[in-house]
């Protein structure tokens, strides 16, 4: 049977995506929070916002590079993103939010989803962010700055997959150690080898409510 068309959209082809999206999206979140998955957060087409109140790492690199994804017509894009790479990090506080706008009947609706709060930070292991803007206070010991992405070592390297959006030869920075506090920043992706996320909670708010 061909779905109801209302204002352009059809509803049945609308609820047929959205469930099964939301239902997977929640037993995902509930795996992470007990550490049972690697994690891979993006959102096709778009940017997100992401804050914390502190992120300690271990075995710091940054680079260029391009941020793969796929728009919501199926065209792929490419966005220049500085990577921040860390071989582990604890981060206290952390929320990520983005906002689908415009849905049929709701509006504006936003995803939000917090952890790290209540004394237990989130912990992970070969953290990448890729990062289009960034403000925080910043902390590093022993950096290296200036060496090149295909040279540096105390990081946890070019992230796989990616080497062929990466200049070897490009300017990168290192350190053994990074804090960064009052941390505020859009990216495009935020992948871990294992991500344990300590008091996970997963909003869907009707409006914008993003993390800043």
Known sequence: MES????GTRWKRFA????????????????????????????????????AERLEGKGFFQYGSLAQGTDLEGNKTAHPVAVSAFKSAEITKMCQSVVTPNVPIFGNITLQLNAGGNGTPVKAENLYLDVEDLDANAEFKNINI???????????????????????????????????????????????????????????????????
Not at 26 to 48: D, H, K, T, Y
Not at 175 to 194: F, P, S
């Open 4 to 7: 109801v068309v209302r204002g």
């Open 16 to 51: 047929v995506v959205m469930v099964p999206s939301v239902a997977a999206t929640a037993a995902i979140g509930v795996a992470l929070a007990q550490g049972a998955l690697a994690a891979s957060f993006s959102v096709s087409g778009q940017s997100f916002k992401v804050s």
């Open 146 to 212: 200036g060496v090149a992405a295909g040279k540096a070592s105390k990081g946890p390297g070019i992230q796989p997959g990616t080497e062929k959006s990466v200049n070897p030869y490009g300017f990168s920075q290192e350190a053994d150690e990074a804090v960064l506090t009052k941390v505020r920043q859009k990216a495009w992706a935020t992948t871990a080898g294992t991500f344990k996320l300590s008091g996970l909670s997963m909003r869907l708010h009707k409006g914008i409510k993003e993390c800043y």
